[in-house]
């Protein structure tokens, strides 16, 4: 099993910033995709962002057209934890925000696909306001 742990939600102002962090812990693997998807209230969860990684070398970073240019995934591996630093945030972005992840280096379209993964954190909210 592996644990997931989100933190780093909140409360903000439309254009300023947050980093998420999702450390995880338990059952290691040597290769992992690791995502972000997040839920507003009545819709769908939907597709954040993805990187993915084999032996220490990353592969890939994916971003929603939505979020891209302004939020970047990225992992610390030593600390078995993965960022994602939101900028220019908008009242949009406003949803909990989940962590994800799977054993299988996920190919398009898998990978922005939350059915394929195998583990979740239990979320973080990011609340935007105008």
């Known amino acids: 099993q592996v644990q997931l742990v989100e933190s780093g939600g909140g409360l903000v102002q439309a254009g300023d910033s947050l980093r998420l962090s999702c450390a995880a812990s338990?059952?290691?693997?040597?290769?992992?995709?690791m995502g972000w998807f997040r839920q507003a209230p009545g819709k769908e969860r939907e597709f954040v962002a993805v990187t993915n990684w084999s032996g220490g070398v990353s592969y890939y970073a994916y971003y929603a057209d939505s979020v891209k240019g302004r939020f970047t995934i990225s992992r610390d591996n030593a600390k078995n934890t993965v960022y994602l630093q939101m900028n220019s945030l908008k009242p949009e972005d406003t949803a909990v925000y989940y962590c994800?992840?799977?054993?299988?280096?996920?190919?398009?379209?898998?990978?922005?696909?939350?059915?394929?993964?195998?583990?979740w954190g239990q979320g973080t909210q990011v609340t935007v306001s105008s």
């Open positions: 338990g059952r290691t693997f040597t290769s992992y995709t």
């Open positions: 994800s992840a799977d054993q299988n280096m996920l190919p398009t379209p898998q990978r922005s696909n939350p059915a394929y993964y195998g583990y």
